[in-house]
Nanobody, 126 residues
């Protein structure tokens, strides 16, 4: 069993930065691909970014590429999402998730992720 707890969300003005954290416990976190997803009101949950077990492979949605950075610290069992140049369209609940079937090949497919956190709200106003 894996438990994931997100933190770091908030209310910010457009152009600001936030760093989200996701603390994992349970199974050996460092073995698996981790991802961030988000869900805006009335929309489906969408992929944001993913990172391999070593941090060597990362993948981003086109909408956040160049603004967001995913990173992980396996010693702290934590994955991060640094979000810069935030836009109102980034407003959503952000979720971290773990793909326990993969270690190096990162996936954008939310169906591949089998454990999820409870989410943290990010609101960006103009």
């Amino acid at each position: 069993q894996v438990q994931l707890v997100e933190s770091g969300g908030g209310l910010v003005q457009a152009g600001a930065s936030l760093r989200l954290s996701c603390a994992a416990s349970g199974r050996t976190f460092s073995r698996y691909v981790m991802g961030w997803f988000r869900q805006a009101p009335g929309k489906e949950r969408e992929f944001v970014a993913a990172i391999s077990w070593s941090g060597g492979n990362t993948y981003y949605a086109d909408s956040v590429k160049g603004r967001f950075t995913i990173a992980r610290d396996n010693a702290k069992n934590t994955v991060y999402l640094q979000m810069n140049s935030l836009k109102p369209e980034d407003t959503a609940v952000y979720y971290c998730a773990v793909d326990t079937d993969r270690a190096s090949v990162v996936s954008w497919n939310r169906g591949n992720y089998d454990y999820w956190g409870q989410g943290t709200q990010v609101t960006v106003f103009s």
